[in-house]
């Protein structure tokens, strides 16, 4: 058994991932997931050990002139031999520290709570996109144009118009007897209005019998948007890797998202996202590891689709560390024999049978409401109103032109 005398231990208490308590005997333990390990890895090396804790309860970010805060600055300043608490790899921090053998490798990611909404009031219209919105009036437009520029001035173009919109809604065709040498062209557009019609009608049909949700945001492009637009907010922990990664990205999205968390203070506590803060216009960013331990298990989440960066997590050490060589042979023995996995797959167990019943919520199904079919009851009103006002201005007309008559004759 080896023996190096007892290492300094620099720690964040979090709970689930580094706990520290006191047994019966007045003796201090270490649990939780890197607890549990640390403990695994000091046990074979026959290591006592002592916990201390930075006074910023930071992981550790640099500040001017080379100093570290959190657990980096103390192993930087000789404060502590060793720093644990999910610290990845990176060349700012290889400069002042060094590492253990990674024991994981880790991605940024984010969740969000999936929306609530349903598509309201015109929500219909959102069952296709713009860019297919806009395809749909451009050829319908080009196509009109070159119908009436086929007739010659036969025809006028707002008959025309009125003619190609009603194929659209499944109206026949009715042109005049000089139209019929254009039956490659009438077929061709019978053809498109045709699908497009038979595609929107299916698409409606299915958004009646269930409405649609509001879409979920599914990447860091999409989240970017929606903090632009003022509709999210992102917050993440403070000292960690994924704000500087934001500001040095080559990506402009990614440095919109790291210049609005600096500029309005979107931080979080630990102690706060142990305690489940997502709200409806949240977003937490975070390795991904630790958002699966807290929300892995809970229906309503949505994991981003796409990740920030792939880093590796180790031990922090000091530069002058006695016992480096022996700590990575033994740390590597046990990732190989998936010892570190087995920490995690079971304190992702407990935490999931924990949560009280009430917080899984199932996705209920919602009744078809008037306020899901107010939009299509706009149009069909907005038309019967004008179809109304035509019909009486057409009357008044038709009245006037009668009496003009008379009063000539």
């Not at 930087?76 to 490798?105: C, H, W």
């Not at 981003?304 to 002058?320: I, N, P, Q, W």
């Not at 998936?338 to 797959?345: A, H, M, N």
Request: net charge positive; aromatic share 16%.
């Amino acid at each position: 058994m080896m023996n190096f005398s007892k290492w300094i231990v620099a720690a964040l208490n979090i709970s689930m991932v580094f706990e520290v308590y006191v047994n019966d005997n007045g003796k201090t333990r270490i649990a939780g997931i890197e607890g549990n390990f640390a403990d695994a890895v000091f046990t074979e090396m026959n290591i006592e050990y002592d916990i201390v804790f930075p006074e910023d309860n930071e992981y550790g970010r640099e500040v001017n002139g080379g100093n570290w805060t959190g657990l980096i600055g103390m192993v930087q300043r000789g404060e502590a031999d060793i720093a644990m608490g999910t610290l990845g790899i990176n060349e700012k921090r290889f400069r002042v520290v060094d590492y253990s053998f990674p024991y994981t490798a880790d991605k940024l990611t984010f969740v969000v709570l999936k929306p609530s909404e349903w598509l309201m009031a015109f929500g219909f219209f959102n069952l296709l996109d713009l860019s297919t919105w806009m395809l749909l009036f451009g050829s319908f437009l080009l196509s009109t144009a070159l119908f009436f520029t086929m007739l010659r001035g036969r025809t006028a173009y707002l008959e025309v118009v009125h003619i190609f919109f009603g194929s659209i809604l499944r109206q026949p065709l009715i042109f005049h007897n000089y139209a019929y040498g254009k039956k490659f062209f009438i077929g061709t557009w019978l053809l498109f209005s045709f699908i497009m019609s038979s595609v929107f009608s299916g698409v409606l049909l299915s958004f009646l019998a269930t409405p649609s949700k509001v879409e979920t945001i599914k990447n860091f492009r999409e989240l970017s948007k929606a903090v632009e637009r003022g509709t999210h907010r992102v917050y993440t922990l403070k000292g960690t890797f994924a704000v500087p990664f934001f500001l040095n990205s080559k990506e402009p999205y990614f440095r919109l998202l790291g210049n609005a968390i600096e500029q309005n203070n979107w931080y979080i506590r630990m102690e706060e996202l142990l305690h489940n803060p997502l709200k409806n216009k949240d977003v937490i960013v975070c390795p991904s590891q630790f958002l699966k331990l807290l929300y892995g298990n809970q229906p309503g989440i949505h994991f981003s689709e796409d990740s920030g960066y792939t880093m590796t997590t180790a031990f922090v050490l000091r530069k002058d560390f006695c016992c480096r060589t022996q700590l990575k042979k033994v740390m590597s023995r046990m990732v190989s024999a998936g010892i570190y996995d087995r920490f995690f797959k079971l304190e992702t167990l407990k935490y999931s049978l924990s949560l009280p019943a009430n917080e899984k919520e199932m996705d209920k199904k919602r009744i078809l409401t008037l306020n899901h079919l107010f939009g299509a009851f706009s149009v069909l009103l907005s038309g019967l109103g004008i179809s109304f006002l035509v019909f009486f201005g057409e009357v008044i007309s038709n009245y006037m032109t009668r009496e003009t008559s008379r009063s000539y004759s």
